[in-house]
C-alpha cells in the first residue's frame, strides 16, 4: 500500500482482557518496528522483525506482550490481560533495510484501558 | 547506556527563530533525525543528518550536530504557527537493525 495502516486507529477495553493491534507495512519494505508512545513521554521501542523474525525484542515491557509477523507483511502486537498503564498510542513503522534510515510510521492505535 | 535527552517545552514569538536542543549517547550513529509530530497526529520524517557532517540546512530548518560533545540542534527560522508541534530527535542504532532511538520530546509553542 501507499503507506503504513494500524488498525484499528481507536480501541477501547476493559482491564484483564486481550486485545490484537493490527499493521500493515509498505509493500517490499522487510523491517518493522512497533513503538509505544505513553502519554507525555517519548517514542519506547517495543520490538524488530527483520522479514518474520524478531532479533531484537527487549522492548517488550512483560511477557503480556508478543508479536508475530506473517508473510514478512502483516505484523500483530498482542497484549494479553490488559492493564491500565498499557493505555498509550501504539506506532508501527516500516523501512526497506532496517538501517534506520527511511522509516515510515503509521498513525498509530491510541489503546485506552478501562 | 542508550539515551536521548531534549528539554521538553519552548515558546517562541511568530517570526522569531527557534532552537531545539538535543543530546544522544551512542557515538556509532550513522544517521541522527528530526521528527515532528502535529496533535492527533503520526511521526513525520522533517529531516535528518548523516553522522560525518557538522550542519544541513533545508529551507527553514537548519540541523547542526557537533559530534565531539554529541549534541544536535534543529533551528527553525521565521517560525510560524503551523510550526507548533511537538519535535523528536532521534538516534538510530544501525547495529541494532535500525531501532530508533528517541527523546521525550520537545513541545513548540509559538505565539502570535
Known amino acids: 500500500g501507499a503507506g503504513v495502516s494500524q488498525s484499528p486507529s481507536n480501541k477501547v477495553t476493559e482491564k484483564g482482557k486481550d486485545v490484537e493491534l493490527r499493521c500493515d507495512p509498505i509493500?517490499?519494505?522487510?523491517?518493522l518496528y512497533w513503538y509505544r508512545q505513553s502519554l507525555g513521554q517519548g517514542l519506547e521501542f517495543l520490538i524488530y522483525?527483520?522479514?518474520?523474525?524478531?532479533?531484537?525484542k527487549s522492548g517488550l515491557p512483560s511477557d503480556r506482550f508478543s508479536a508475530e509477523r506473517t508473510g514478512g507483511s502483516v505484523s500483530t502486537l498482542t497484549i494479553q490481560r490488559t492493564q491500565q498503564e498499557d493505555s498509550a498510542v501504539y506506532l508501527c513503522?516500516?523501512?526497506?533495510?532496517?538501517?534506520?534510515?527511511?522509516?515510515?510510521f503509521g498513525s498509530g492505535t491510541r489503546l485506552t484501558v478501562v | 547506556g542508550e539515551d536521548v535527552e531534549q528539554s521538553l517545552f519552548l515558546s517562541v514569538r511568530e517570526g522569531d527563530s527557534s532552537v531545539i536542543n538535543c543530546t544522544y549517547t551512542?557515538?556509532?550513529?550513522?544517521?541522527l533525525y528530526w521528527y515532528k509530530q502535529e496533535p492527533g497526529a503520526g511521526l513525520q520524517l522533517l529531516t535528518y543528518?548523516?553522522?560525518?557532517?557538522d550542519m544541513k540546512q533545508d529551507q527553514r530548518l537548519t540541523v547542526l550536530l557537533n559530534k565531539k560533545d554529541k549534541h544536535l540542534s534543529l533551528r527553525i527560522a521565521d517560525t510560524q504557527t503551523g510550526d507548533s508541534a511537538i519535535y523528536f530527535c532521534?538516534?538510530?542504532?544501525?547495529?541494532?537493525?535500525?531501532?530508533?532511538?528517541f527523546g521525550q520530546g520537545t513541545e513548540l509553542s509559538v505565539k502570535p
Open positions: 513503522a516500516s523501512s526497506f533495510t532496517g538501517s534506520g534510515y527511511g522509516y515510515t
Open positions: 509493500s517490499g519494505h522487510t523491517a
Open positions: 522483525f527483520q522479514g518474520n523474525s524478531a532479533p531484537d
Open positions: 551512542d557515538s556509532s550513529s550513522t544517521y
Open positions: 543528518i548523516f553522522s560525518n557532517m
Open positions: 532521534a538516534e538510530s542504532m544501525d547495529n541494532q537493525g535500525g531501532k530508533l532511538i
